[in-house]
C-alpha cells in the first residue's frame, strides 16, 4: 500500500505563489489534480519519472511547473500567478504502470490525503 504525504497548501492573495510537494515510495506517473466544490476533480500537472517527461492542463500552463526531487522522492507543484478560479483541494496520485492519459483522475492508483489552495482577491 503506497502512502504519499502532501504538505505546502495555505492562502494567498492573488497573483501571489505556493508551492506544494508529495513525497511517494515509488512510483512511474505521479499527478496533481484538484476539486473545487461541486466540480469534478480534474487534473492539473503530471510528470513521467523515467525521463521527466510533464504535462499540464490548458488553464495552469505558464503558471505552474511540476518537478522532481528523486533523491527525496518527491514532487513538486510549484504554483505562481495564483487566481481565485485555483482555489481548490489538491491532491497528488502515483501509478507504477505506463499512462495513456496522465492527466485522467482515473488513471491512478493510490492518492494523497489533499491540501487545500485558497486565493482570495
Known amino acids: 500500500q503506497e502512502q504519499l504525504v502532501e504538505s505546502g497548501g495555505g492562502s494567498v492573495q492573488v497573483g501571489g505563489s505556493l508551492r506544494l510537494s508529495c513525497v511517494a515510495s515509488?512510483?512511474?506517473?505521479m499527478g496533481w489534480f484538484r476539486q473545487a466544490p461541486g466540480k469534478e476533480r480534474e487534473g492539473v500537472a503530471s510528470i513521467y519519472v523515467s525521463d521527466g517527461y510533464t504535462e499540464y492542463a490548458d488553464s495552469v500552463k505558464g503558471r505552474f511547473t511540476i518537478s522532481q526531487d528523486n533523491s527525496k522522492r518527491t514532487v513538486y507543484l510549484q504554483m505562481n500567478s495564483l487566481k481565485p478560479e485555483d482555489t481548490a483541494m489538491y491532491y497528488c496520485?502515483?501509478?507504477?504502470?505506463?499512462?495513456?492519459?496522465?492527466?485522467?483522475?482515473?488513471?491512478?492508483?493510490?492518492w494523497g490525503q489533499g491540501t487545500q489552495v485558497t486565493v482570495s482577491s
Open positions: 515509488q512510483y512511474t506517473y
Open positions: 496520485a502515483t501509478s507504477r504502470f505506463l499512462l495513456n492519459s496522465p492527466l485522467r483522475p482515473g488513471e491512478y492508483t493510490y
